[in-house]
């Protein structure tokens, strides 16, 4: 079973409205059952949209490949929306620039981050392999790419140059 497998299960296992109502036949799922189970992510609006989407990924194929059912419970349900993500000031990004200083752990990730405008999943991914010359090549893992497909190249940017040890990614 891949990671990502696991991660899903593991956070489907949390939620209790999965255990009280997933046992459920399609035909018996009904649409405040669907509201149940996405109303106990109320304080997690990012993980509701991505159940919510799951389910409605289930229910569609119930309803147009399997035709268990004739119709989607979970429309006009609306998804949680989720709140911004504050974006850095300059005054913030100079304060954690004067406290992590380059040659640290923080600093390269702060600088992966910033400079190469990877994601999160992308970014702590990277290895020194990944550098070629001034480039970071690399294959992003929500694009699905294969190891034989064209890899992304990121120019290295100076503040990435100037690390002691870039190729300690």
């Known amino acids: 079973m891949s990671d990502q497998s696991k991660r899903y299960l593991s956070s489907e296992e949390k ?16 649409r405040e059952h669907a509201k149940i189970i996405i109303g106990e992510l109320s304080e997690k609006p990012g993980a509701g949209i ?6 409605r990924t289930l229910i569609r194929f119930a309803v147009d490949d399997l035709k268990w059912i004739d119709s989607d419970p979970t429309t006009r349900i609306k998804a949680y929306k989720s709140t911004e993500f504050h974006t850095w000031t300059d005054a913030e990004l ?11 752990n923080q600093c390269l990730a ?18 020194h392999t990944d550098i070629a010359g001034d480039t970071i090549q690399l294959v992003q893992e929500k694009t699905n790419q294969k190891e034989s497909d064209e890899k992304l190249v990121i120019p290295m940017h100076p503040a990435l140059q100037r690390e002691p040890e870039p190729s300690r990614l």
């Open 15 to 30: 939620i209790a409205g999965l255990k009280e109502h997933g046992h459920r036949l399609v035909s018996q799922f009904k």
């Open 50 to 55: 991505v159940l919510l989407k799951r389910i």
């Open 94 to 104: 100079q304060q954690f620039e004067e406290h992590w200083k380059p040659g640290t």
């Open 110 to 127: 702060y600088s992966l981050l910033l400079y190469t405008g990877q994601r999160l999943s992308d970014a702590h991914l990277m290895a």
